[in-house]
């Protein structure tokens, strides 16, 4: 599995956690 895709999704679950918290 490489790792930028690894990374990619990290950083959209993040997005999406931020998303939640600040609604």
Known sequence: M???LQTK???Q???YA???ITS
Do not use: A, G, K, T
């Open 18 to 20: 931020m998303s939640i």
């Open 9 to 11: 999704l990290v950083v």
């Open 2 to 4: 490489s790792r930028r």
């Open 13 to 15: 679950d993040m997005l």
